[in-house]
């Protein structure tokens, strides 16, 4: 027809007067002349002119055409047919088109189509000239013209309202003529296509829409008795001429008709299809992503569109027929549907296409989407012309056009369907005789029930057998269940009749049984679950007797879950109970009291079997000494009968095997199974066997192993029975819809009569319980356990009547009942039916409806596609009408599920196959594929049309499934992961709302959020963020269920849950429940924000579940959010089950809420409490509050309590001294001491030392021992010594693990010595045989931080000294670090010989350079690979050879080499990180690339770099910082500040409030702020936080501001009003404040125990990570500042210090006094008052006291010597203890000491305060004892000697063993030695000879680094001379030992530019005035690099304090160091 044709088709359709009923030429007549055209042009004569000439040719058409005139009809013969089909060979299109058109002339020749034929033709040919190119444009505005009823519309509209009529009334005349024709020819009886088409049709094209105002009432039965109707007709009408045409046409016309029609066909199909695509893209916006990323959320023709220009393959030709044709069918078996019929009318009712005409809209049109046409770039025209021509309207016009062109469409629709059905019905038949026949053949019985058919077939159509059952009842019962030979062949696929052939006879359940309930077969194969029913109903007692006798059968039956209703019952049945007996049953069947069986009564006997027979069988039968001591009395023979009986009912050997349970898998039933019948093994074998059960609680059907493995002890029972009272509390459930399921769970399991009694016989709460369809089983249960109500009455074929469903949607619960209870129907008569399931499914409650369904219909259409009988086909059965012969696959054709687009070109193909024809199969093709995407086209109109509320086909329904089957092959297959994203960003909530996803749906229905699972993490945020609340939740739920399977990374996590978290919370806080296993990636900042939901259980139930997986910030903010509700208001009226419920979150509450607790809340919480990490304070809270509240507490009570009792006050412990739960209370104190708490003395000596025990130790058993093991070390060295060695080695397990010291040790065994490993004489280690020490190695590794330095080098030295020790460096490990450099170097040989393995070794740094330099030498050049393959050794890198690998290599290697050397455990050289950091001017920083260097190297970098760092950058800074502390620490005050300062700044922190969340995000470095912002931290915060506070490094300045905020009233006010819980939260702080405010503290609170408390607390503070570290940079002023706080407090509250003119008080501590505070903090006198077996004791602790004055030393060695004699007669032991005493020795004296051995030399040694006199005479001393020369003294001995060393006169030091030496310096370079110049240049030479390093140009940095302090040694010429790489080996130690004048000749200032940091702070005073103007320059620029321009910040003269260190300190924390990296 071509463009001008479909312009002219389409207004007159829309003009109306196309269906007008004017039907005769005389009409159109009367009214050709009414109307003149007139339209306004330019040119108006040549519109006249045109109209003149429309006028002539018009007029000469219409006197032609008269279809009543037969002279008007031509005569043609079958010559001139062929004379018309003349070819012409130079144009075979044109000649294949003309011979088409004179085949159409000849079929139609003689006829009155002829007429009509011509006259269509010819109108044709006259309109075609007046419609020109612009008409599209002049069209929308003749449209609304004609609709706005005006005259003056045009031309175009002028001719329309002219011809319509009469176009319209030919084409009603020419289908009447068509029809006429046929049924004149012959009488056609139209038959029906069978029983297939009718099932087919009836159940395939099931309605699946509902109208909104009346239903579409015409069958899809119509359709196929029509569509055969016109193919009887067809051929009838064509007959006559058909024949002639037929031959001319296959011999001449045929070779091109194929391509000709086919490219006819699709230019047809496409030109719409293609406009309206056109149009519509135009017209409708597609979502995609902006520059931003960002992207609006579509809709459905959105997505439509974009599927179509992304190559998405849609599929809606199978759905388009369903839309059209959907119908409200009866579905059978429903009673309405008794009779079925076939007469209703094909067409739908289309007055319910057009919902409305409304102005609304149109308006909307013109106003949604006019307004885009400006902004789109590709024009239309028609739909420009459409908007002007609305923009013109008026309001009444618009409302005009709305009403008549709503009337127009209707009237459209109207026509064709009437014309339509006209032509589709049969001929009239020719008398009534015909039409009752016809009638009477389609009788249901004829056309389906054919029973005598179904006899002899294989099998039945299942449809039909249903149909028939229900609508001939009668027949079919006689027909088939009395007919057992067709009953066989039916009841294959038809199991349900068995339950309805039993309704109608009793007969048939006999024979049923007989026949089908042979359970002996059963067991072989797969059982029908409805077969299994009809079994279990009516032959139950065999059944069951099987059941429990044959183990193969029942698992066969319970494996399916199906039968999991079946119960059987394998107890035998049991006789009517006497209740007088059954009073006295527990009293006389007591078994365990059956001593001598044989002598129980008979009659006992009989009643324990009658009335306990499940207990007397299993406690008598099952145990065969009992049995067999009872039937030696005769009369009790009969046992044995009864016993055998009982086991063949159930045999729990074949059935129960336990033994086998663990390895594999059981089902649930035998389990239940097993607990019923045999719970005395069960309970041994399963309930007592942890793992078992454990592994069989995971299947979730077994989890009531839980309970009632539990027990039934009264304790658990007392527990119930509370938890019911609280939960149970039906009174108070006013509200159903609000109880919680999990009580309503409890509540029936545990309180089941009182359950049953509220609520089973209540109608109406059981109802509304039951809305919660969760809540269904209630139903059952109810029924179960109630004889009466709602319940008992509950009958599913009552209440779900399926049929009025489709009328009015069922309430969710009644659905979901229906499911439940009677599925069976649910499926056949709801899931069956497409109507009624998308009617359902418009209530999103019901939504699981349709996914249960769908799993459903999938299995049965798998059944039946499986079985053998023929399946529903229309196409099939539509050939076979026709008895058409084709070479068509019905088995692909006849797998759709009714008839589709897509089936035609089947059709099509078979008939031109039947007539002669072969059709190309690619030209099919092509057609198939163009009507699939004029369909597609179709579509999205519809969806347009719909979506603007224009028609309402439900076509968003009827295409849901296919549009997301699309989507989900579109994912599976693109590989383009932008599309990928853009269709999910864009169209996620669409897609996620068309899945619909119910309760209970399979796992390939969530392919779509697979897909959010699948993305990269960068592109997660924005393609979540759009996602809607309803489509998170589902997206939540799914992370949920398959947590363990998805395996997402954290970053991952915390991104999706950061997302959420935004975007939903405060929406509905409830979707807090559904974050799940996503809370603990929520932020500290998102728990914060939590909403109000502390009051929901089930919230704090997920919280609590989640809990051990949060870090301790997130516990503590999640605390402190539930902490913020309103219920503390009135914590004390909480029940115990509130305390229950908050779990966890109690623990870390903050302890202002914490506190308000009450002692019963937290004794009964107190398990929980224990679970987590509480703070001191709250531990301390806890055991006061307890112990204060409650004094009768049990020996259990002490047991919980654990811990907690050391921190109650003692004298709350002293009032059960003789109660039984004393030895709990000891056994807490001793695991205390054990684990190092702090235990206040009083409470060790007061109820763990018991002093008549202690007067005689050598009496003591390895028991009593064993108790005071603990406690030992305070006991002290009287006591010890006066031990046996039996009994120490009996009591060696328990002492091994006690932290004795040096000198309290009593060795023994070496290999299980444990910590007493430490009291080895370095003597007897070097001795030892190497076997010997190997076999220890384990234990002394592991106790090596209790090594002295003495004791390392001997048994390093011994070690390294053998040849076979690399193959021991596994098993040496630990101690590499310790030793010396020279014993490596020794063995380089075969350590380059493996070194892969060595690579891994512990090596401390020298070790490391010295093997990477001697790899460099073997390997020449190592490349990336090789350098990393390198692992501990390469932290030894030198520097040049790092700047060559950075120079060559690409960034990427650059990170790895980074990330490589932040990964190594250990501690890298100064050199190396000033080296990677000088390095950094040439690296582009990244937040990546500072994680990559680590926080070692990153605090490194220079201030210069940092504070251009932008906030992002910043941000990953700090959190490096938080994350690794220990490097900030170190850094030097300045550094420190300067950092802390640049992170504030560009992080927004400078300006006012220092908040919480700004202090903890600084970690460490918040206490390095400014004070002035430090001084503006948020009081509450800080009182809130203090406990944490205190972990952190305060210096003096900090000191003094905390100190005063302490005293603030918004803190904890006035120092007078502070309590004793104020002082267990200041804690260690209160020696920060001044004494003038310590006087101030109420001295009651002061007691000697709350000072021992407060001094280990700081104790324990400096021996802490961040301590250790912050101690060490205190400087002395600090130092000293901190102690006389100390001393001040102590010696204030206890009295010492005189007050006003009064004398102090000499108290006299006990030496757990003095061990629990600090020595020196007492007064020398009260030192000196102690009891000499007290100050005895303490004499260890008090030498190693660092406070005490020399005045104060010299009084206290008055003191050990009335104690222990001279000098001369102290013991080795003695000397050891000594420490700073010993410096109050005279020469004299200490020339008398008993120096032999290395444990007294090495306490002496480790003194630096000697003078040079007496270092003489101590050296002096040591040779006497030993009897030894300096040549003779090895490593250990030189190491023991410590400062010792510059006692040796330097003439004698070249005398003594290089080698040894050589060894030794890796201790005694650590020292900084007060030796002379003389000495120390001994010494150095020393370190030079051949069998030692060598001379010093031949030294690395490794050399320099191991011998330490020594290189100050060095000459002049030499230090001079060094290399850059030598200077940077020098320690800082060296550089302050050499002297000034030195220093200033030997380091240039050159030299000085080489300098690390800490080697140019390391200069003393001296050495700075000593040098020239350019040294201090270079100096200056080195202490200030950070800054790139020189000045001092260090604002002090000599850098980092040197302060004097105890060598076993400094000793000590170097191990640390080495061992912890």
Not at 1250 to 1265: D, F, K, T
Not at 1382 to 1411: E, G, Y
Request: some cysteine; glycine content about 4%; hydrophobic content about 40%.
């Amino acid at each position: 027809m071509g463009r001008t044709g479909f312009i002219l088709f389409c207004l007159c359709i829309l003009s109306g007067s196309f269906c007008s009923n004017s039907n005769h030429v005389s009409d159109s007549r009367r009214t050709r002349s009414a109307n003149i055209i007139t339209r306004k042009h330019n040119s108006q004569s040549a519109v006249e002119e045109n109209e003149t000439e429309f006028e002539e040719k018009l007029k000469t058409l219409l006197e032609k055409f008269n279809p009543s005139n037969p002279a008007s009809r031509s005569n043609i013969t079958s010559d001139s047919v062929k004379s018309r089909m003349f070819l012409n060979p130079t144009n075979p299109t044109q000649t294949t088109a003309e011979l088409l058109k004179a085949i159409v002339a000849t079929i139609i020749q003689g006829t009155e189509l002829e007429t009509h034929y011509d006259f269509l033709k010819n109108t044709f040919a006259i309109y075609t000239p007046f419609i020109t190119q612009d008409s599209w444009d002049r069209l929308p505005g003749a449209l609304l013209c004609i609709l706005q009823d005006k005259k003056d519309c045009g031309i175009i509209s002028s001719f329309v309202r002219r011809f319509s009529g009469q176009i319209g009334g030919s084409l009603r005349d020419m289908l009447d003529a068509l029809k006429r024709q046929a049924c004149s020819t012959t009488s056609a009886n139209i038959n029906s296509f069978g029983r297939s088409a009718v099932t087919s049709l009836g159940a395939s094209l099931s309605p699946s829409v509902r109208t909104s105002s009346q239903a579409v009432t015409a069958r899809i039965v119509d359709l196929q008795v029509q569509v055969a109707s016109f193919l009887d007709l067809l051929p009838q009408v064509l007959a006559q001429r058909l024949q002639v045409a037929w031959q001319v046409f296959l011999r001449v016309v045929f070779p091109a008709f194929d391509r000709y029609i086919g490219d006819k066909i699709i230019t047809l199909i496409l030109t719409p299809a293609d406009f309206i695509m056109r149009e519509l893209q135009i017209l409708v916006g597609v979502p995609s992503l902006d520059q931003n990323e960002q992207c609006s959320q579509g809709d459905l023709k959105q997505l439509i569109l974009w599927g179509m220009s992304h190559n998405m393959s849609w599929s809606f030709d199978e759905t388009i027929l369903d839309m059209y044709l959907s119908s409200p069918l009866c579905i059978y078996p429903t009673p309405e549907c008794r009779n079925v019929h076939f007469s209703r009318s094909l067409m739908p009712d289309t007055s319910t296409v057009f919902e409305g005409c409304d102005q609304y809209n149109f308006t909307a049109f013109n106003e949604t989407l006019c307004t885009k046409l400006p902004q789109n770039r590709l024009n239309s025209t028609v739909l420009r012309s459409v908007c002007s021509a609305m923009d013109s309207l008026t309001a009444s016009q618009v409302s005009r056009v709305a009403s008549n062109g709503c009337a127009r469409a209707n009237q459209v629709s109207s026509f064709f369907q009437t014309q339509l059905e006209s032509y589709a019905s049969p001929c009239e038949p020719r008398s009534k005789v015909t039409r009752s026949v016809s009638e009477s053949q389609l009788s249901l019985s004829d056309l389906v029930c054919l029973y005598d058919i179904w006899t002899n077939s294989d099998s039945v159509d299942p449809a039909s057998v249903a149909l028939c059952s229900e609508n001939d009842q009668e027949s079919f019962v006689l027909a088939v269940c009395y007919n057992g030979k067709l009953l066989d062949i039916l009841i294959k696929d038809n199991d349900w009749l068995f339950a309805y052939c039993s309704n109608f006879s009793d007969a048939f359940t006999i024979v049923s049984v007989y026949n089908w309930c042979t359970y002996s077969s059963w067991v072989s194969d797969q059982i029908d679950v409805t077969l299994v029913a009809f079994c279990w109903n009516n032959d139950r007692a065999q059944f069951e007797k099987l059941l429990c006798e044959d183990l193969g059968l029942f698992l066969q039956i319970m494996s399916n879950p199906e039968n999991n209703w079946i119960v059987a019952n394998c107890t035998p049945a049991e006789e009517p109970i006497d209740i007088a007996i059954v009073d006295n049953v527990d009293q006389w069947c007591r078994y365990s009291e059956w001593q001598d069986p044989a002598a129980i009564d008979v009659s006992i006997i009989s009643i324990c079997v009658s009335y306990d027979t499940k207990n007397f069988t299993r406690t008598v039968c099952t145990n065969s000494t009992v049995l067999d001591k009872l039937l030696k009395n005769q009369v009790n023979s009969w046992l044995n009968d009864f016993c055998s009986s009982s086991s063949s009912v159930f045999s729990s050997a074949s059935f129960c095997q336990y033994g086998q349970w663990a390895e594999t898998v059981v089902d649930p039933s035998i389990v239940a199974l097993c607990w019923d019948q045999d719970q005395l093994s069960f309970s041994k074998n399963v309930c007592c066997n942890m793992d078992l059960l454990e592994k069989m609680t995971q299947d979730p059907q077994n989890e009531w192993l839980l309970t009632v493995c539990r027990g039934n002890s009264s304790e658990t029972a007392n527990e119930t029975k509370e938890v019911l009272e609280l939960v149970c509390r039906y009174s108070e459930w006013t509200d159903p819809a609000g109880v919680d399921m999990t009580d309503i769970a409890v509540c029936s399991e545990f309180d089941t009569v009182n359950f049953t009694r509220a609520v089973c016989t209540n109608k109406t709460f059981l109802l509304q319980l039951i809305k919660n369809l969760d809540n269904t089983w209630l139903l059952q249960f109810c029924a179960n356990h109630s004889r009466s109500g709602y319940a008992m009455n509950f009958n599913p074929q009552v209440i779900c009547r399926y049929e009025t469903w489709a009328v009015q949607i069922p309430d969710p619960t009644l659905v979901a009942v229906c499911w439940d209870y009677d599925q069976g129907n649910f499926v056949m008569l709801v899931c069956k039916n497409k109507l009624q399931l998308s009617t359902m499914s418009q209530d999103p409650t019901n939504s699981w409806v349709r996914s249960l369904c769908s799993s459903y219909n999938e299995i049965t259409n798998h059944t039946y596609n499986n079985a053998s009988y023929p399946q529903a086909c229309i196409v099939r059965d539509i050939i076979r009408q026709l008895n058409w012969s084709c070479s068509i696959d019905y088995s692909a054709v006849c797998q759709q599920d009714s008839f589709q687009l897509k089936s035609l070109h089947h059709l099509i193909q078979c008939g031109m196959e039947s007539v002669g024809l072969g059709v190309n199969s690619v030209l099919v093709e092509q057609v198939s594929s163009a009507l699939r995407k004029a369909a597609n086209n179709i579509v999205a109109l519809l969806v347009t049309l719909e979506e603007s509320k224009l028609v309402s086909l439900q076509v968003t329904e009827n295409i849901r499934l296919s549009v997301l089957q699309s989507v989900m092959d579109y994912l599976k297959h693109e590989e383009s992961f932008t599309n990928k994203r853009e269709l999910l960003q864009c169209f996620g909530n669409l897609l996620m709302n068309l899945m619909q996803t119910g309760r209970e749906v399979s796992d390939g229905n969530f392919f779509l959020i697979k897909e959010y699972f699948q993305l990269p993490i960068k592109d997660l945020k924005p393609i979540l963020m759009p996602v809607e609340i309803k489509a998170g939740r589902q997206i939540l739920q799914y992370l949920n269920r398959n947590w363990a399977a998805l395996k997402l990374s954290d970053r991952y996590l915390q991104t999706m849950a950061s997302v959420f978290f935004q975007k939903y919370m405060s929406i509905d806080s409830t979707i807090l429940l559904e974050f799940g296993q996503l809370l603990p990636y929520f932020s500290v900042l998102e728990i914060s924000s939590l909403p109000g939901l502390q009051n929901n259980k089930a919230a704090l139930v997920s919280i609590n579940q989640i809990f051990h997986k949060l870090t301790l910030d997130q516990r503590r903010e999640f605390g402190k959010w539930f902490g913020s509700s309103t219920q503390f208001l009135n914590v004390t009226q909480w029940p115990m089950s509130a305390i229950q419920d908050a779990g966890s979150l109690l623990a870390y509450l903050p302890f202002e809420k914490f506190k308000t607790l009450s002692a019963a809340q937290m004794f009964f919480g107190l398990d929980i409490l224990l679970n987590n990490t509480l703070t001191g304070l709250q531990r301390r809270f806890i055991a006061q509050s307890i112990l204060k509240t409650y004094h009768n507490l049990t020996a259990p009570d002490f047991r919980r309590l654990g811990n907690l009792t050391c921190l109650a006050n003692t004298a709350d412990l002293l009032v059960y001294m003789q109660t039984p739960a004393l030895d709990a209370i000891k056994l807490n104190i001793q695991d205390c001491v054990r684990l190092g708490s702090v235990v206040p003395s009083e409470m060790v000596s007061s109820l763990l030392v018991e002093q008549a025990v202690l007067a005689e130790p050598g009496s003591l058993s390895p028991e009593q021992l064993y108790h005071l093991a603990v406690i030992m070390p305070s006991l002290g060295i009287p006591f010890i010594n006066q031990l046996l060695p039996s009994q120490v080695q009996a009591a060696l397990p328990a002492l091994s693990s006690v932290d004795f010291s040096p000198a309290q040790v009593l060795p023994e065994m070496l290999a299980s010595l444990g910590t007493l490993i430490s009291g080895v004489k370095a003597e007897t280690l070097r001795v030892l045989p190497t076997d010997t020490l190997l076999t220890a190695l384990p234990n002394i590794t592991l106790q090596r931080s209790r090594l002295s330095p003495a004791q390392h080098t001997a048994i390093t030295t011994k070690l390294w000294g053998s040849n076979q020790v690399t193959g021991w460096l596994g098993a040496l490990d630990p101690l590499l670090p310790e030793t010396p450099l020279l014993s490596v170097r020794s063995r380089l040989t075969p350590l380059l010989s493996n070194l892969s393995t060595v690579s891994h070794r512990a090596w401390n740094t020298q070790q490391a350079k010295l093997l990477f330099r001697e790899s460099l030498k073997a390997f020449s050049d190592i490349r990336e690979d090789g350098f990393l393959s390198l692992g501990m050794i390469s932290q030894g890198v030198d520097c040049e050879t790092l700047k060559r690998r950075f120079l060559s290599s690409s960034s990427s290697v650059i990170s790895r080499i980074l990330l490589f050397l932040h990964g190594l455990p250990a501690q890298l050289h100064s050199s190396l990180k000033k080296c990677i950091t000088n390095e950094s001017y040439n690296f582009s920083f990244s937040a990546g690339l500072l994680e990559e260097m680590g926080a070692q190297v990153a605090v490194e970098l220079p201030v210069s770099i940092i504070k251009r760092f932008p906030a992002d950058m910043m941000e990953t800074f700090r959190r490096i910082i938080v994350n690794a502390p220990e490097y900030f620490l170190r850094l030097p005050s300045i550094k420190q500040s300067l950092l802390v300062d640049k992170v504030v700044q560009r992080l927004g922190m400078s300006d006012g409030m220092f908040t919480g969340e700004e202090f903890h995000s600084l970690g460490v470095m918040a206490t390095f702020v400014v004070d002035e912002i430090f001084i503006n931290i948020s009081r509450f915060f800080f009182v809130e936080n203090i406990e944490r506070i205190r972990n952190y490094c305060f210096y003096k300045n900090k000191k003094d501001v905390l100190a005063m905020m302490l005293q603030e009233k918004a803190t904890f006010g006035p120092v007078s009003n502070w309590t004793s819980e104020t002082l267990d939260q200041v804690d260690r702080f209160i020696f920060f404040l001044p004494t003038t405010a310590m006087k101030q503290i109420n001295k009651s609170l002061m007691t000697v125990e709350r000072m021992e408390r407060l001094f280990q607390s700081q104790r324990q503070w400096e021996k802490s990570a961040f301590g250790t570290i912050c101690h060490q940079n205190r400087d002395m002023a600090e130092v000293d500042g901190m102690f006389a706080n100390q001393q001040f407090m102590l010696q204030y509250f206890l009295g010492v210090l005189g007050i006003g003119v009064l004398p102090k008080l000499a108290l006299v501590p006990s030496c757990s006094n003095v061990r629990a505070t600090l020595p020196s903090a007492w007064a020398v006198d009260s030192l000196t008052s102690m009891a000499a077996d007290h100050f005895s004791n303490c004499l260890e602790a008090i030498g190693q006291d660092p406070n005490f004055q020399p005045g104060e030393l010299t009084l206290l060695l008055g003191k050990v010597k009335q104690i222990y004699g001279p000098a001369s007669a102290l013991t080795p032991k003695v000397i050891q203890q000594l420490g700073r005493i010993a410096t109050q020795f005279t020469s004299d004296e200490l020339q008398k000491l008993k120096l032999n051995d290395l444990a007294a030399v090495t306490a002496l040694g480790r003194i630096k305060t000697w003078t040079s006199r007496q270092l003489s005479v101590l050296y002096a001393a040591v040779l006497n004892s030993t009897k030894l020369t300096g040549s003779d003294l090895d490593a250990s001995t030189l190491v023991a000697l410590g400062y010792g060393i510059c006692g040796i006169k330097a003439s004698e030091i070249p005398a003594m063993n290089p080698v040894e030496f050589s060894k030794s310096v890796r201790w005694v370079g650590l020292l900084r030695l007060d030796c002379t110049e003389e000495q120390l240049g001994a010494l150095a030479k020393l370190l030079t000879h051949s069998l030692a390093f060598g001379p010093v140009s031949s030294w690395g940095s490794e050399v320099f680094i191991e011998i330490g302090g020594i290189a100050a040694g060095l000459e002049d010429i030499v230090l001079s001379s060094l290399a850059k790489e030598q200077i940077e080996g020098l320690t800082p130690l060296a550089i302050s030992m050499i002297p000034p004048q030195k220093f200033s000749v030997v380091f240039s200032q050159d030299h000085m530019r080489m300098f690390s940091y800490e080697q140019g702070a390391a200069l003393t005073s001296s050495q700075l005035k000593s040098l020239n103007s350019l040294q201090q320059t270079a100096l200056s620029m080195v202490l200030t690099s950070w800054e790139d321009k020189p000045a001092d910040f260090r604002g002090r003269s000599a850098g980092i304090p040197l302060c004097p260190i105890p060598f076993e300190v400094l000793s000590s924390l170097l191990l640390v160091s080495l061992f912890t990296h």
